[in-house]
Structure formats: C-alpha cells, structure tokens
C-alpha cells in the first residue's frame, strides 16, 4: 500500500514549499497584512513546527529534508538565504541550525488555573516576504522537479516527497499542467511524489477546501490547479477530517480562494507525512 | 506473583539506546510505559511514570503533579535551544499500565492509560485483556499522560476509574498468567487471535531475549507487525505449592 513507508532517520521524507512571489502577493488580505507577509509568517511557522516535531532532548533528528523554491520576477530560485543557499533541499537539522533571525512573539497561554497568560516566545525566520515580477510557474515546477527525480534517486524506500504549492494567479510562462502532472509521477517504492495547490485570495469569496470534483469549481483557473493536485492519501483524509474538515477519498490536496485561517490548515495537513518512528 | 520474562526489542537496531518504552518490576506490583515517538523525552517520562508506580500505585491529580516536577528537574529551560525549548513546551506523552496482585482476594489490578496491554492467560489459553479488547480498538488515538498538566485532565474525571481500572479475579483459574505488552506487539497478537491463530502460548513460552528478539524482527520482515519499540513483561499469578515457599 502507497504512502506507509515510516519515517525514520534512515528513511526521512521530504517536503518541497513552492511560493509564488509574484508582484499581486502585495495585495491585502482580510487580516490587513500581504499575502506575502501572510504566506511567509504560516511558511515560517510551519518550518519551525516541523522542527519540533523532530527535536528530542539529545538533538535534532532527520526525519525531514525540507526546500523552498520561490518564483516571481527573477525567475524560480531557492527560497531560502544564509547558510541554506547552498542547495534546495536541506536536512532538518541544517534548517533548525540557520534561521536568518530568531525574534521574540508574546504569545497567549493557557494558565493551567483557567486564565490565560502571555509568554515570550522565540520564532525563527527563515524565509522573507517578496513580491515583484510575473508568475513564471513552468520554470518552479521544471526546478521542483529536478530536484525531486534527485532525491528519489537517493531514498527509493522513502516515503514520497511532498510539494506545497502556494500562488495568487495564473501561470505567466505558459500552462503548467503537464509539467505537474509529470512531477506527480516522480515516485518512491512507496508512491509518486504528493503535489498540493493553494490558491489564496483577497477576494473574499468562499474558500473551496479539498474539492473532490471539478464540476464544482468556478472557473478553468481553478479546474486548472485542481488536476495538478494528488488525490489526499488516506492517513491525510483521516487527518483533515479529525481537523473537520468534509473530505471524501476522491478530495484532492487543493484548496482555492484561500484566506489566512486556510493557509494555516494547507500547511498543516500537507506536512502531515504517516508516522515518525 | 513470579517474573518469568522481561525484554524489549528497540523500533531501530541501529538506535538501540532510543528505545522510548519503559517497564519497572517490584514485588506485587508491575509498571509499563510506552513513550510517543513525538516528544521532547518520552524516555524520561516513561522511565518516571514507571518508577513511581511501582513505588506508589495511587494515580490522582498530585500524583502526576510529583511526577512532572520530578520531569521539569531534568531540563535548565531558560538554557535550551529554540527548538528545544519549542519542543519540551510542546511535551512528553506516554502510556501507562500498571499491575498491582491483591493476594488476600487473589485478584489483580489493572490500570490502563493509553494503548499498553495487559492479557490474562490461564497457561495459554485467552482469559481477558485491558485496555482494549479488539485489534481495531490500536487505530484510535489514544489518550497519554502528559508532562503538560492542562491535558491530563480526563485523570480527575468522574469515570476515570470506570474507564481505565479493571479488577480480574484469579480465583479459579489454574495456571494464571498476565502479560504486558507495548501496542505493536498487543496489535499484532490480538489481531492474530481475531483471524484464527491465536499466540498466546508462543508468548507464554518465550524464556529468552534472543527469542523474543527473533519473533519481533521475523514479524517485522513479513510486515504483520508494526514496527515500533515492543515490550514483552510475562508474570505468573499461580499459587506456590508447599514445597516452593520461601523458608521461613
């Protein structure tokens, strides 16, 4: 069965963040603040949580290799900065090492006493908001892909890697389906590689979570984003339905019209890889 | 009550000292842990849950509360990493059951937190188990005892002793015998049971480590076990005859 390979230190899995940074990810969204800033604060708390989830007191364990591809005006290019431009994909310890900088967030705890109390926090960022240019999304998915067929090649056991793909708009270098559909047939001896699509919004239109058809959707922009989306595995079902969300075995890793509260949740179930060991 | 086995066999022979179950043995009384992998340091928590639960069995809230300062003793917080910080505030989770022997009502008590087994065997024939009862009961996630107080709030619950007590009489039963298993190996035998191949005498009859060692990974390659750390504890509950009593 696909998508039950465990995750271990010998066999870690890998996740590809593909960020559109093009210039309409200036636009404001409902929170008041970009959709680059939105995107890059939900990106840097998700790096920081996949950290966690692998840090134990004795260090750091790679169970994750992590990438960003960034593409706007200067093409597709890697994310991420400092010490982590070396290469696209890094191990998870190499990410926790070299945050750009870590700042201090007051963040709301439960007391433990029914109150609520505000703590100091530390918050790493890795990754800065950008937008300019157009949206050159066959070149991000040319580089995703070369660097996935590199990575297979050297975990065939592993569970698959996945590619959260994030944009605002239409493709700027020309339709980018069959190159996804390409690089969702890139595979381990445990499934091809997982390709999520979010579209988010300042539109304010009703956000379309894991649609399981494309008769509903509204337009072929979004039947478009839909086809270049994996089918959720079942561990991913079951996790977005715990999350509440009303998925089906045929729902797809896509959502459209997304606004904040379902960039965290994207973020969330994508990176929900089966069982760390 | 006699210890007749004890072993675990870690998740990754190539990482035998991160083995996160834990399992304690004194007289009467049996503790067993099973550390969730996602955790700062389950492997201290399960060690500190067992120990106390050999040494006091009476789990309540100021119970747990002894235990936790015991785990935050461990770590200089302010000192930590960022992402070790991150993750000791996010918390240790671990199952927890204990075995206590009542010898004046010839019954043993069973507490069951989490998706730790206990089975009652007469030789090695199926009398009961606790917590769980069906293979298919292992999907569900369970409920852990955390270092984070705020989520061991179902321990001061009024059904708490409803649901994670239970009291198996022996009185009867000629060859009494319990064993306590983490959740891969309790799966795997309740599931073999479920489909008509019942293992409960090849677990009654594993004497050595190596053997124990063997079924796991012979499991494990056939992929009809999970592979995680797997904890066997045998104990028998039968009655010493005369000539076996400790001289006075």
């Known amino acids: ?277 | 009550m006699q210890v007749l086995f004890s072993g675990q066999v870690p998740k990754d022979h190539a990482f035998p000292d991160s083995i996160e179950d834990a399992f304690e043995l004194a007289p009467g009384r049996i503790a067993v842990s099973d550390g969730a992998s996602e955790s700062f340091d389950s492997k201290t928590w399960a060690n500190l849950l067992t120990a106390r639960f050999v040494e006091q069995p009476g789990l309540g809230a100021s119970w747990l509360a002894t235990v936790i300062e015991g785990y935050a003793g461990h770590y200089d917080v302010p000192n930590l990493s960022w992402s070790k910080e991150a993750a000791y505030e996010r918390g240790s989770f671990a199952t927890l059951l204990g075995i206590e022997e009542r010898l004046e009502h010839r019954s043993i008590d069973v507490l069951g937190i989490g998706d730790s087994l206990a089975v009652l065997l007469d030789g090695g024939v199926f009398v009961a188990s606790f917590p769980y009862v069906h293979s298919q009961e292992f999907q569900q996630r369970p409920e852990l005892l955390s270092t984070k107080p705020t989520q061991n709030e179902f321990v001061t619950a009024p059904d708490f002793f409803l649901k994670h007590h239970r009291t198996w009489s022996i009185e009867g039963i000629r060859a009494p015998l319990v064993l306590c298993m983490t959740d891969a190996l309790a799966e795997w035998a309740l599931r073999n049971t479920e489909e008509g191949r019942p293992v409960w005498e090849l677990l009654a009859d594993i004497e050595k480590l190596p053997d124990f060692d063997e079924l796991v990974l012979r499991e494990r390659q056939a992929k009809t076990m999970r592979i995680d750390d797997a904890t066997l504890v045998r104990v028998s509950f039968a009655k010493l005859r005369s000539d076996e009593l400790p001289e006075p």
Request: glycine share 8%; with cysteine; charged share 20%.
């Open chain 1, 1 to 277: 069965m696909p998508y039950t390979a465990a995750i271990d230190r010998s066999s870690p899995t890998a996740f590809l963040f593909l960020v559109d940074q093009s210039g309409s990810m200036d636009d404001k969204m409902s929170s008041g603040r970009s959709k680059a800033q939105q995107v890059a604060d939900v990106l840097n708390r998700t790096l920081a949580t996949l950290v966690t989830r692998c840090t134990r007191a004795d260090g750091v364990r790679n169970y994750f290799e992590i990438g960003v591809v960034s593409y706007g005006g200067n093409g597709a290019y890697n994310g991420f900065g400092g010490a982590l431009t070396s290469s696209i994909l890094h191990p998870i310890s190499a990410i926790e090492a070299s945050p750009l900088n870590i700042e201090e967030r007051k963040k709301k705890m439960d007391d433990g006493a029914g109150g609520v109390v505000e703590q100091s926090v530390r918050f790493p960022v890795w990754f800065e908001p950008h937008a300019s240019g157009g949206t050159p999304m066959r070149q991000a998915i040319t580089k995703a892909a070369e660097e996935l067929v590199a990575w297979c090649d050297a975990h065939p056991n592993s569970y698959p890697p996945t590619v959260l793909h994030i944009t605002d708009g239409e493709s700027t270098d020309g339709d980018p389906e069959e190159l996804a559909t390409q690089l969702r047939q890139i595979q381990t001896g445990d499934g091809t590689a997982l390709m999520f699509n979010l579209h988010v919004s300042t539109s304010g239109a009703s956000p379309i979570e894991f649609a399981a058809s494309e008769s509903i959707l509204p337009d072929a922009y979004a039947k478009l984003l839909f086809r270049m989306s994996s089918p959720l595995p079942e561990h991913l079902i079951k996790f977005a339905q715990e999350k509440g969300f009303k998925v089906s075995m045929e729902s797809r890793g896509f959502m459209f019209n997304a606004d904040a509260v379902q960039i965290v949740d994207f973020f969330d179930i994508g990176t929900r890889a089966s069982q760390l060991r």
